[in-house]
């Protein structure tokens, strides 16, 4: 992973410094639906709403790069904290962009549970993410607005301790693959 973003992180700076272009500040703010199957077993939702937002730079009116965060419902609330590309194709009036993003969901939560006697809790963790996105911005009031669509790739691990006179722990892991659709807020 540190060698994909330094990758990145080289292509990006050096393609600034040849064309000497001048570094700019963006923010884009997203709220994303994440459609996707759903399954009583594992108690996921058909539909999940996110927000996150990314903080970047610029260079020139093609690349950006940087940094986001967020905060996502899925079984348990999860905190994703990712790296990111954009690509902007032109400077008209509906212009097209791509995006990659990668990083990690965190969870501190936990649950206590007694079921039928046996008892024990759960230890959320989170895990890996990867959201690569096609989008369009457009000029809406004064605003600059993005409507996307994608695919999101989330694994999410937690840890079971059933307290009983076994004390058995085991992990267990869920890998949510969704649709992802998104209006943001691009300045």
């Known amino acids: ?19 000497q272009q001048e570094l700019v500040y963006f923010n884009h703010t997203q709220v994303n639906f994440l459609i996707g199957e759903e399954s009583e077993d594992s108690q996921q939702k ?11 730079i610029r260079s020139g009116a093609n690349w950006g790069i940087g940094l986001g965060i967020g905060v996502e419902p899925f079984e348990y609330k999860v905190y994703p904290v990712f790296a990111g590309i954009y690509y902007f194709f032109s400077n ?3 212009n097209p962009y791509l995006t990659f993003k990668a990083g990690y969901a965190f969870s501190n939560s936990s649950k206590k ?6 008892y024990g809790d759960f230890k959320h963790k989170g895990g890996l993410m990867v959201i690569p996105e096609f989008g369009f911005r457009f ?49």
């Open 46 to 56: 058909a539909v999940v709403p996110s927000f996150q937002t990314f903080n970047g």
């Open 139 to 187: 000029k809406m009031f004064d605003y600059e607005m993005t409507l996307s669509g994608g695919y999101r790739f989330q694994r999410l691990k937690s840890k079971i301790n059933q307290g009983n006179s076994t004390n058995y722990i085991y992990e267990h892991q869920v890998d949510y693959n969704r649709v992802s659709f998104s209006l943001g807020l691009l300045f």
């Open 113 to 118: 549970f007694n079921n039928y006697g046996y």
């Open 92 to 94: 008209v009036k509906y």
């Open 1 to 19: 992973m540190k060698y994909i973003l330094s990758f990145i992180a080289s292509v990006f700076f050096t393609s600034g410094l040849v064309a």
